[in-house]
């Protein structure tokens, strides 16, 4: 039962703009889910949710995850910045970036969900990206030269 009620809260979370606990508490009444507001602060953290500002302005629940299309058209500008060149090997991605900003890049790539990225390393100026399979760090290297590419094309 609590598997399936974790599932509901976060498909309503991703479909619906929910503010409060109580809002929460009656969406899943709405749905069946007999549940007290201990149960959902509990619930809660236990799915680690946080609130994020929506577009509306409003403080919203959220899985903390953001879509990486929108994270990176926000990440975009670090990117276009601070990255010198992108090249991959095998699967793993190479990054050089102008000294001192590698960290900076590094954590935005974190902060996204990439689908096939298993992790990011950093060190001053170079980042090496883990990702899952050859075809996967072919795409995120792709998707690094398309800002490379933006931001060439700005000027």
């Not at 007999?34 to 959902?40: D, R, S, Y």
Request: charged share 30%.
């Amino acid at each position: 039962m609590k598997k399936r009620r974790h599932a509901k809260i976060l498909e309503l979370i991703n479909s619906k703009e929910i503010e409060t606990q109580e809002e929460l508490q009656t969406y899943l009444l709405k749905c069946g889910f007999e549940v007290t507001q201990a149960t959902i602060s509990r619930d809660i953290k236990e799915l680690r949710l946080v609130k994020e500002l929506s577009e509306k302005g409003r403080y919203i629940y959220s899985s903390g995850k953001k879509n990486s299309t929108d994270a990176f058209k926000r990440s975009g500008g670090i990117f276009s910045d601070s990255i010198v060149s992108v090249e991959h090997a095998l699967n793993t991605v190479c990054i050089k970036c102008f000294p001192g900003m590698a960290m900076a890049v590094c954590t935005a790539i974190e902060s996204m969900d990439w689908t096939g990225v298993v992790g990011a390393i950093s060190g001053d100026d170079t980042i090496f990206v883990l990702c899952k399979t050859e075809d996967f760090a072919k795409i995120f290297t792709m998707n690094m030269e398309k800002v490379l590419n933006a931001k060439n094309n700005r000027y």
